[in-house]
Every structure is written in structure tokens, then in C-alpha cells.
């Protein structure tokens, strides 16, 4: 029996955790629409929220298949996530 590293238990368990966020992330404004006007998504919002979120997503699964070290793995799906926030924080304005 192989025991993986810290870096490969952590990584088990974001990779999951990543995609349920990616669906809370689109779910939370229709959600937030039925209670608030204060929230008033269109369609092409949800379109560009799930394409950078779904698109971001899919990166860090390629890079993932290609790249075994975890630490690797990690650090670029670190460098996804901030660079999805800030596309979708530039997009808010």
C-alpha cells in the first residue's frame, strides 16, 4: 500500500470541492433573483459566468491529466482561480 503525500490527499479533495463551487457560483444569482430585484442576471451573464467558470475549470483538469506532481498541480489552479477573479471582477464594473 502506497501512501500519497499531503499535496496528493489535498488535492483529492479540492478537485470535488472546485466543481461544486463552479455550480454554486451559477446557481447562487438565480437563486438570489427570486428573493431581490437588487440582482438582475440575463442570460449572457450566466452564459459568461459559466463559460469562464466552466472554462477555468477545464484548464486545471488538462493541466492536471498532463502533470502528476501535485504541488504543480496545486500552484497552477491557484494561479486559474486568481486570474478567473480578476476577469470577473473586471467584468463587474
Same mark, same amino acid.
Given at each position: 500500500?502506497?501512501?500519497?503525500?499531503?499535496?496528493?490527499? @489535498?488535492?483529492?479533495?479540492?478537485?470535488?470541492?472546485?466543481?461544486?463551487?463552479?455550480?454554486?457560483?451559477?446557481?447562487?444569482?438565480? +437563486?438570489?433573483? =427570486?428573493?431581490?430585484?437588487? @440582482?438582475?442576471?440575463?442570460?449572457?451573464?450566466?452564459?459568461?459566468?459559466?463559460?469562464? =467558470? +466552466?472554462? &477555468? &475549470?477545464? +484548464?486545471?483538469?488538462?493541466?492536471?491529466?498532463?502533470?502528476?506532481?501535485?504541488? #504543480?498541480? +496545486?500552484?497552477?489552479?491557484? #494561479?486559474?482561480? =486568481?486570474?478567473? #477573479? @480578476?476577469?470577473? &471582477?473586471? #467584468?463587474?464594473?
Amino acid at each position: 500500500m502506497t501512501r500519497m503525500s499531503l499535496a496528493d490527499r @489535498v488535492w483529492t479533495v479540492a478537485r470535488p470541492l472546485s466543481w461544486m463551487l463552479v455550480a454554486v457560483a451559477l446557481i447562487a444569482p438565480a +437563486i438570489a433573483m =427570486l428573493f431581490t430585484s437588487k @440582482v438582475a442576471w440575463t442570460t449572457q451573464d450566466f452564459a459568461a459566468a459559466a463559460i469562464l =467558470l +466552466i472554462g &477555468g &475549470g477545464l +484548464i486545471c483538469e488538462a493541466f492536471a491529466w498532463k502533470v502528476r506532481s501535485a504541488p #504543480a498541480r +496545486i500552484a497552477f489552479s491557484v #494561479a486559474v482561480v =486568481l486570474l478567473v #477573479a @480578476v476577469i470577473w &471582477g473586471s #467584468a463587474i464594473n
